[in-house]
């Protein structure tokens, strides 16, 4: 075989042909090598020359620009361009007016356009700013000419491949003289060959002296097998009068031989016939030849003649039928008379059987190949599985087979060839799971069900084996005889072939179900997922467009979800988005369609929607719903969920637009204090873009110094006087000033950067406390509201620890301030992170107490210090009865816990009055002090008292 058919056929060419490649190879790989180098060099000493000339020359630029001398300028960015590679030097002064002088243009050697293209990807204008005494009086500009530099570089590259070009044909020139000459030796194995042809057995080849050393000894080979050659001739002609010798002796011991008369009656027979055919010598002595053995085929008995006959005959012996290859040839005694005849036979029996398995078994593997095609192609298992018998039935050669699905009640004909193929669907005894189903080939005869399948249809015998899927058995497949039969190895391993691409055609179907199910629906909750969703959005809006009616579609996002995963891990929270799933299905429609677009995202499609009170009513129960506690990992859990409502036509006729404002409405539900749901008006979407412009702010916000602290003063209704402060962020934005804090608070919170912030505003009350202790004030404590996001950080308590110690502030002076909502979200967690907070030395209080979901078992475990009443309980009083049998309640069940209780929002002296006759002991709001920044509150410090 020619592995390369574009090789010469010469040796010379073809070692010519190889020399010239790898020369040519080597020469192109270093000269790429070359041109690579000299081009990155080129490049780096251009631009390293450029931006010492311009620093030189700026600086005589700078004293004329001083002096108001710009020819001078002129005349130094001329100078620039002399002999350089720029095409055009400018100065530009601070005033926008540009001095500029371009090179002169000379006729050059032209580069390609992709050289010019790549000299000017790698070059950058120079630019340099004239500075004197620290004032700017403009830039000096230089331009690169990429064309003179591409010249000057593809001018290399011509010298260089000229230099190459003429050392490489040199190269071949010498290369194939040198082996012309060294391999015209061989052409002097020619005389040998004729020396020999000519009879001469004593001819040598001629050695020459100059001839290569392979050569030489190839040479020599040569003439060594000559010789060889000649000594193997004489014992050739030996050994072959020994042969003849023993032929007849071999022929009896290889072959079935006998001998016949001229009128063809047999006279002789050796052993081997006898023992072959199971006859003794006097049964066939004497016999016709031709009446011992029948021709196979149609061809005619054999009969005495001057010819050779060969043909295969069947011998029916005491061994059965035996099937022989015949020779019969005619000895003549002289010309055109026949002596005697030579019949030689060979026993060829078994390899008929052994030909005639192998046509059985590729016609077997045919009809497997067919049904692997047939699986390969089909859509559908019923027309596979009629398939799948035929093919059995056929390959076996039996009257019929079936195919059965085990089920709880037993085996089920799904399809059947032959005489079972009208049963299809017939019910038969025998348990789901029979031990017999999982064996390979068994006896038909030992399933319950054979007795009334033979009865029905008039079968003997069968064989079947187990149609095995991954690890279950989906079923058998049978193949049954009319009459007795022995099945074979062979029968087996081919009907368990059929069986294996029935399992095989049978699991790719059901991975293409499980494959089209988890490609529309959630694995976790059953839900349609966010494709599917379109889909059925899709239909909706269409049904709508076609009835000129309305849809609308619902997004839904849990509240606080993400503090369930992080605190109780995923598992739990896996478990609540299948709760909360379950109760969408329970909130929705007939005809609605709940989806899970991922994480905790629900939506939910409403077709046919007569009104937006249905929508409203559909969205208060999800609100409701999901307002209810959840039973997860022993403890009750709650959340909440904002919801966004888009409807069609009104808020967009396509399913994308609908989902991305319900999107939309759904983030103005969670800036609206979330557990609520809204529609989407036209104001969101810029309500949208405002947040995400801020929070785009935010993250630059802190590296910027832009946060800062305003604190408000608490008092002490026994003393009078301050007992303690509030430390408050606020925003500074440059264009804005202060921001309100509802409107980044939030979004701290959602993006994470409560974190570092959080951690900013422990370090700056520090500081605050360490600056008013060095101007000998009498400091109070300062309180910090902690998030439900630093709740959750890692290592909260060491973090504190670690920001108070490098202040070196007295930790008593730090109090942090956390909402029940953030506690009871994961009770036990919160117990421990306080436990070591308070370990430190550090007051903690609840704020705003009973808005949130309070347990008192947990309450009575937290190390809390205070209790704050929130402002929604004290702002009706006193006139407002519920709103003060609330406070008094707190107060009464703080002071029992010893707590102190501080009551928020207050801002008149009746207020104050009626919290003095409660026992409230702090209070804190307008009337006291607004937030103010940190020297305002040193007055306070000073000792002010408060009436």
Request: overall charge negative; some cysteine; aromatic content about 6%.
């Amino acid at each position: 075989m020619r592995i390369i058919p574009a090789l010469p056929r010469s040796l010379v060419g073809r070692v010519f042909t190889v020399f010239s490649l790898t020369l040519l190879l080597s020469m192109g790989t270093g000269l790429g090598l070359f041109y690579r180098y000299q081009f990155l060099q080129h490049i780096e000493e251009t631009q390293d020359t450029a931006l010492t000339l311009v620093e030189v020359a700026t600086q005589t630029i700078e004293d004329s620009v001083v002096i108001g001398d710009y020819d001078t300028v002129k005349r130094t960015l001329g100078k620039m361009l002399f002999q350089s590679p720029f095409k055009r030097a400018e100065f530009i002064d601070v005033g926008g007016g540009t001095i500029r002088v371009d090179a002169p243009r000379v006729t050059r050697a032209l580069a390609p356009r992709w050289l010019t293209a790549r000299i000017a990807a790698k070059l950058y204008d120079v630019n340099r700013i004239a500075n004197v005494g620290g004032k700017d009086y403009g830039v000096v500009r230089l331009q690169f000419d990429e064309e003179k530099l591409a010249a000057q570089v593809w001018s290399l590259v011509l010298e260089t491949a000229g230099v190459a070009f003429v050392v490489f044909v040199a190269s071949l020139v010498l290369m194939r003289t040198l082996v012309r000459r060294w391999l015209d030796n061989l052409g002097r194995l020619r005389s040998f060959e004729h020396d020999v042809a000519a009879g001469r057995v004593t001819a040598e080849a001629a050695l020459l002296a100059d001839a290569p050393t392979e050569i030489q000894e190839a040479i020599r080979a040569v003439n060594r097998s000559a010789a060889s050659l000649r000594d193997q001739f004489g014992q050739r002609i030996d050994s072959l009068m020994n042969s003849l010798m023993q032929h007849k002796s071999a022929m009896d011991q290889a072959a079935i031989v006998c001998e016949a008369d001229a009128a063809g009656a047999i006279t002789g027979v050796n052993d081997l016939f006898v023992t072959s055919s199971g006859f003794t010598r006097p049964d066939v002595v004497g016999q016709r030849l031709a009446d011992v053995g029948r021709p196979a085929g149609a061809r005619l008995p054999w009969q005495p003649s001057d010819r050779v006959w060969n043909g295969e005959v069947v011998i029916a012996g005491r061994h059965g039928r035996r099937h022989w290859y015949r020779t019969i040839v005619p000895m003549f005694a002289a010309p055109g008379t026949v002596e005697r005849y030579i019949c030689i036979d060979i026993d060829i029996t078994e390899r008929k059987e052994f030909e005639r398995t192998i046509v059985e078994n590729a016609q077997r593997q045919t009809l497997i190949a067919e049904l692997g095609r047939k699986a390969l192609a089909a859509n559908g298992l019923d027309d596979l599985f009629a398939d799948a018998a035929d093919a059995a039935a056929r390959g076996l050669g039996a009257a019929c087979a079936a195919l059965f699905e085990t089920g709880p009640d037993g085996m089920r004909v799904r399809a059947g060839a032959g005489r079972l193929a009208q049963s299809t669907g017939l019910q038969l005894a025998g348990p789901h799971g029979d031990a017999h189903v999982a064996a390979h080939g068994t006896d038909a005869a030992l399933r319950p069900w054979f007795a009334p399948l033979a009865a029905l249809h008039g079968i003997d015998t069968g064989i079947d084996t187990a149609i095995v899927c991954g690890e279950r058995t989906f079923g058998l497949l049978g193949v049954y005889a009319a009459r007795p039969r022995r099945f074979g190895a062979d029968d087996a391993n081919f009907l368990h072939g059929v069986a294996n691409i029935v399992a095989t055609a049978v699991e790719r179907q059901e991975a293409r179900n499980r494959l089209t199910y988890l490609a529309q629906y959630d694995p976790l909750t059953s839900l349609p997922n966010r494709r599917r969703l379109a889909h059925s959005l899709e239909d909706a809006i269409a049904a709508a467009a076609r009835a000129q009616g309305r849809a609308a579609v619902m997004f839904i996002d849990l509240d606080r979800f993400k503090n369930v995963n992080d605190m109780l891990g995923h598992g739990v929270g896996d478990q609540l988005l299948v709760q909360a799933a379950k109760r969408l299905s329970a909130c929705a429609r007939a005809d609605d369609v709940v989806a899970r677009l991922g994480g905790d995202e629900f939506a939910l499609v409403l077709p046919a929607l007569d009104d937006d009170g249905i929508a409203a009513g559909i969205g208060a129960r999800v609100i409701e719903a999901l307002a209810q506690p959840f039973y997860l990992a022993g403890q009750q859990l709650f959340v909440s969920a904002s919801v966004g409502i888009a409807t069609y036509p009104e808020n967009g006729r396509d399913a994308e637009t609908l989902l991305k404002n319900a999107d939309t409405a759904m983030y103005g539900a969670k800036n609206g204090g979330r557990n609520n749901y809204q529609f989407y008006v036209a104001e969101m979407h810029e309500n949208a873009t405002q947040r995400l412009q801020t929070e785009t702010q935010l993250r630059q916000a802190l590296e910027r110094g832009e946060f800062l602290l305003h604190y408000q003063p608490k008092l002490d209704l026994a003393t009078g006087t301050i007992s303690g402060f509030e430390a408050l962020l606020r925003w500074n934005h440059p264009q804005r000033g202060l921001v309100p804090p509802l409107e980044f608070i939030a979004i701290l919170e959602d993006t994470g950067l409560i974190l570092p912030v959080g951690e900013w505003v422990i370090g700056e009350v520090c500081r605050q406390l360490k600056a008013w202790q060095a101007q000998g004030m009498a400091v109070r404590p300062v309180a910090i509201n902690l998030s439900a996001r630093q709740l959750q950080q890692a290592d909260l308590a060491g973090a504190v620890e670690r920001i108070v110690a490098r202040a070196g502030v007295d930790p008593a002076l730090l109090e942090f301030e956390l909402t029940e909502s953030m506690l009871m979200a994961n009770p036990e967690a919160a117990v421990e992170i306080l436990a070591r907070i308070k370990a430190l030395g550090m007051r903690l209080s609840v704020d705003d107490f009973g808005t949130g979901y309070s347990s008192l078992a947990y309450l009575k475990r937290f190390p809390l210090d205070a209790l704050k009443i929130d402002r929604t309980f004290v702002r009706d009083l006193p006139d407002d009865p519920d709103d003060a049998a609330i406070t008094k309640a707190v107060i009464r069940l703080a002071h029992s816990l010893s707590l102190k209780v501080v009551a928020e929002g207050v801002e008149n002296v009746d207020q104050l009055r009626e919290l003095e006759q409660y026992g409230c002991d702090q209070i804190q709001g307008y009337y006291v002090s607004r937030p103010v920044p940190a020297q305002a509150c040193e007055a306070l410090l000073a000792g002010t008292a408060m009436a």
